[in-house]
Structure formats: C-alpha cells, structure tokens
T-cell receptor, first 110, second 112 residues
Framework: NAGVTQTPKFRVLKTGQSMTLLCAQD?????MYWYRQDPGMGLRLIHY???????AKGEVPDGYNVSRLKKQNFLLGLESAAPSQTSVYFC?????????FGPGTRLTVT | GQQLNQSPQSMFIQEGEDVSMNCTSS?????WLWYKQDPGEGPVLLIA?????ELTSNGRLTAQFGITRKDSFLNISASIPSDVGIYFC????????????FGKGTRLHILP
C-alpha cells in the first residue's frame, strides 16, 4: 500500500502564478485534509473534505481552493500565488480521528 | 477556541536518557493522539488514546490519557538517535466532523 501520496514534492512559483497540488490515498478513507506547516506554527488546517464531492473551510482557507471529485483524490489549488503561501503542504486522510499524512510538498513563492 | 499547549518546546538530551513531554488544554478531549515528524517527512501516528487514565505503549514509547481529560503525556525510554524529530499531540475538535487540532510540537534533539 502506498498510503497517502503527494505530487509534486517541490515547486517554485513566481508571485501571481497558479498551481495545483495533488493528493491521493489508497486506504478508502472518507475524510481528507490539507494542512500547511510553517516554522513555529505547527500544522494549520486549510480545507478538508468529509466525502466525495464535499469540501469545507478550515482554519486558514484564504487564497486556496480545493476539489474532491473522486474519493481517493483531493486537490489543492492556488489561483494567484503570494509569497505568504511559501510553506510545506501536507495532505492527510482518515476514516475516523487517526489521520495518516503524506510526505509533503515544499512550495516556495518568489 | 480550543488550543493544545505542548511543553517543553524543545529538549536537548543525551543518548540513552529518558524523555518526558506533555500536552495540556483548557478544554476536555475524548481522544488524544501523538505524532512524530522526522525531518523532511510527514507526521506519523505513534499512539492513540481513547479512555481517561489509559496508558498505552508502543515499543519504547508510552503515552497516558490524563484523568482530567485535559492533558496527556508521552514518555520515551532510553532515547536513541532516531528519536530526533518533532512530537505533536492532537485531539478532535468535538464537532463530529473528524477535524483534529495539533499542538505546536516538542522538538527533540539528541546530543552525541
């Protein structure tokens, strides 16, 4: 089992560019999450999904959009990247409270 | 809102020493989760606790669900170099939406 995978692992964007981060899970979990991790800030929830076709805002949703068209995939989009979005992004999935994380995507916005 | 406070923020210990860290909240939690994050990796679930007073072990790691439901503790015995990383506590928000909140972590350093 691959568990939770994330694509890409690294990306550098210029301010104003757009991109999509892909998360895939093979555990048949209903719930999926996107977090960002910044030094000293811990993990902060951006958006989450409680099932295929549903999404909801987390703690820091501004500047991001998400889609969950298939149960196994959860996409995070940045429409117009800003330097404040430089961070490490983690995807997670769960069937209950025990969340399983992907390896992360390191994004730099210049 | 709910917050989880972890202490200490960082620890410097000698290899072979035992480690203790804790997580506290002003709110009651019905589940406590402990994660470890290795450098450059995603967090990995170490231990899950579901009952007040519960003591659960995973190898050299032992975690306890505080009797007040407002705290939890993680101990590591006989530390080794691969224990280096950030340890996070986490718990559900209680809104029946499967969201959990994380503490800011305890960073463990092991001196050679």
């Amino acid at each position: 089992n691959a568990g939770v995978t994330q694509t890409p692992k690294f990306r550098v964007l210029k301010t104003g560019q757009s991109m999509t981060l892909l998360c895939a899970q093979d555990m048949n979990h209903e719930y999926m999450y996107w977090y960002r991790q910044d030094p000293g800030m811990g993990l902060r929830l951006i958006h989450y999904s409680v099932g295929e076709g549903t999404t909801a805002k987390g703690e820091v949703p501004d500047g991001y959009n998400v889609s969950r068209l298939k149960k196994q995939n959860f996409l995070l989009g940045l429409e117009s990247a800003a330097p404040s979005q430089t961070s490490v992004y983690f995807c997670a999935s769960s069937s209950w409270f025990e969340q399983y994380f992907g390896p992360g995507t390191r994004l730099t916005v210049t | 809102g709910q917050q989880l406070n972890q202490s200490p923020q960082s620890m410097f210990i000698q290899e072979g020493e035992d480690v203790s860290m804790n997580c506290t909240s002003s709110s009651i939690f019905n589940t406590w989760l402990w994660y470890k994050q290795d450098p450059g990796e995603g967090p990995v679930l170490l231990i899950a606790l579901y009952k007040a007073g519960e003591l659960t072990s995973n190898g050299r790691l032992t975690a306890q669900f505080g009797i007040t439901r407002k705290d939890s503790f993680l101990n590591i015995s006989a530390s080794i170099p691969s224990d280096v990383g950030i340890y996070f506590c986490a718990g559900p928000t209680g809104n029946r939406d499967d969201k959990i909140i994380f503490g800011k972590g305890t960073r463990l350093h092991i001196l050679p």
